[in-house]
Each structure stands twice: as structure tokens, then as C-alpha cells.
């Protein structure tokens, strides 16, 4: 399976912005990837799909803020996140699942990678 690196988080004000890397092991040229992020006690929840083909979809509490894109001559898939609230403090994930015709998102739970710790806080 692939393995993910995610990079990017740190410490930003509330209204700043990040821009989250997610690096494969291998080409994800056909790849479907998305984008989670994990609070302490609670579930992963996803953010943001982008398929093999370009499409992006996006969960509506982050739809106009977040931003996810892809550099596949890089195996690079990108998260770029304005307008940062303190409610979006989590360690974000990348996953390299499958994305289906009716919006669905299937992660692979053997390509998880580390995470990156993204906190907002003044």
C-alpha cells in the first residue's frame, strides 16, 4: 500500500491560513485522496476529496474556507485552510481510499499516515 506523509500544521491565529502537504511513497496519478482531521475522543471525520480525475467535493463546515488540490508530479496532494477557527484545532490526515460515482468517499485504512497537529489559538 502507499504510505502517506503529512506536513504543514503548526500554531496559527484565529483568520490565519495553513497550507497542509501530503506526500506519497509512490505516484498517485489515479489515486482518490481526502483529507480527515481527529480531535482527542472523537471520530476522524472528513474534510475534502479530490478523485484520480480532479473532482473535489467538500464536507459543508469547511466548504469556502478549505481548499484541497493535487500535484500528481509530485505524489503531492495539497489542503489549504483560511480563515482558521479554534474549532478547527485537530491532527489532520491524508488517505488514499476510493471515491465512488454516488459521492462517496471509502478510506483505505492501511495508507493513514502520522498526521500533522494543526492548533488555532491566539
Known amino acids: 500500500q502507499v504510505r502517506l506523509v503529512e506536513s504543514g500544521g503548526g500554531l496559527v491565529q484565529p483568520g490565519g491560513s495553513l497550507r497542509l502537504s501530503c506526500t506519497a511513497s509512490r505516484s498517485i496519478f489515479s489515486a482518490d485522496m481526502a483529507w480527515y482531521r481527529q480531535v482527542p475522543g472523537e471520530q476522524r471525520e472528513l474534510l475534502a476529496v479530490?478523485?484520480?480525475?480532479?473532482?473535489?467535493d467538500y464536507k459543508g463546515f469547511v466548504k469556502g474556507r478549505f481548499t484541497i488540490s493535487r500535484d500528481n508530479a509530485k505524489n503531492t496532494v495539497y489542503l489549504q485552510m483560511n480563515n482558521l477557527k479554534p474549532e478547527d484545532t485537530a491532527v489532520y490526515y491524508c488517505?488514499?481510499?476510493?471515491?465512488?460515482?454516488?459521492?462517496?468517499?471509502?478510506?483505505?485504512?492501511?495508507?493513514w499516515g502520522q498526521g500533522t497537529q494543526v492548533t488555532v489559538s491566539s
Open positions: 479530490i478523485s484520480g480525475q480532479g473532482t473535489t
Open positions: 488517505n488514499a481510499g476510493s471515491y465512488s460515482s454516488n459521492g462517496y468517499y471509502y478510506p483505505d485504512s492501511r495508507s
